[in-house]
């Protein structure tokens, strides 16, 4: 998808800013939806910990590899850089392994 049809999907402007104060707000509307987002996936993160029936499958180091792979190349297509993903993926997946045990332990000892 390009940056334009992006910025269309998430309700940015589509034309560049012309001063800083104009480009702060679409800064601050872009990371409203950034957050919105990173919301939408921690709530896939409460259905893996529902869904997994093993607490050692929460962890799946392939998995975490091919997630990276994936969204490096996609950054390497978008204009972003491969290496800032890379480590912001590696630090919100660890956060999710992290998340997501500690829901699978509450969920499975309340049964």
């Known amino acids: 998808m390009k940056l334009a049809d992006i910025k269309k999907t998430l309700g940015l402007k589509t034309d560049d ?11 601050d509307k872009l990371d409203q939806k950034l957050v919105e987002l990173i919301a939408l996936r921690k709530s896939y ?10 607490r050692n499958k ?3 180091n392939d998995r975490v590899e091919d997630v990276i792979k994936k969204v490096s190349s996609y950054a390497r297509e978008q204009g972003a850089d491969p ?19 500690k829901k699978f332990d509450e969920l499975k000892n309340m049964k």
Do not use: F, G, H, P
């Open 83 to 101: 290496e800032l993903v890379s480590v912001l993926y590696r630090t919100m997946i660890e956060w999710s392994i992290n998340y997501e045990m």
């Open 58 to 60: 929460v962890r799946d």
């Open 17 to 27: 800013c012309q001063t800083m104060d104009e480009l702060r707000i679409e800064i």
């Open 45 to 54: 993160m409460d259905q893996a910990a529902r869904i997994k029936q093993d």
